[in-house]
């Protein structure tokens, strides 16, 4: 069972920017795909970023960009100009092909929380 940990949330104004970090416990973390999604209070949980096994990379907003250094075993989330929107708790996702739904992956952080002021 790998254990995913977030860190690199906080408070932050608009349009100042964050990279959060995920790093895995797990073995074998270049052979999985990773996804970032987030909860904001009220909302259903919504995609954010995703990235392949291989680096292939896809977001939902050109203001993110996914990484990952797997002789770290991490993924990174770099979040710009962000909004006040943007509030919510960002959890990464560990799962063996990479996609939008969040059901195609078997392991989650506790996710990191992201507030964002006006």
């Known amino acids: 069972q790998v254990l995913l940990v977030e860190s690199g949330g906080g408070l932050v104004q608009a349009g100042d920017s964050l990279r959060l970090s995920c790093v895995a416990s797990?073995?074998?973390?270049?052979?999985?795909?990773m996804g970032w999604f987030r909860q904001a209070p009220g909302k259903e949980r919504e995609v954010v970023a995703a990235?392949?096994?291989?680096g292939g990379t896809w977001q939902t907003d050109s203001r993110f960009t996914v990484s990952r250094d797997n002789a770290k075993n991490t993924v990174y989330l770099q979040m710009n100009s962000l909004k006040p929107a943007d509030t919510a708790v960002y959890y990464c996702?560990?799962?063996?092909?990479?996609?939008?739904?969040?059901?195609?992956?078997?392991?989650w952080g506790q996710g990191t929380q992201v507030t964002v002021s006006s």
């Open positions: 990235i392949s096994m291989s």
């Open positions: 996702a560990q799962g063996p092909v990479v996609s939008s739904n969040e059901r195609q992956y078997t392991s």
């Open positions: 797990g073995p074998n973390f270049s052979n999985y795909a």
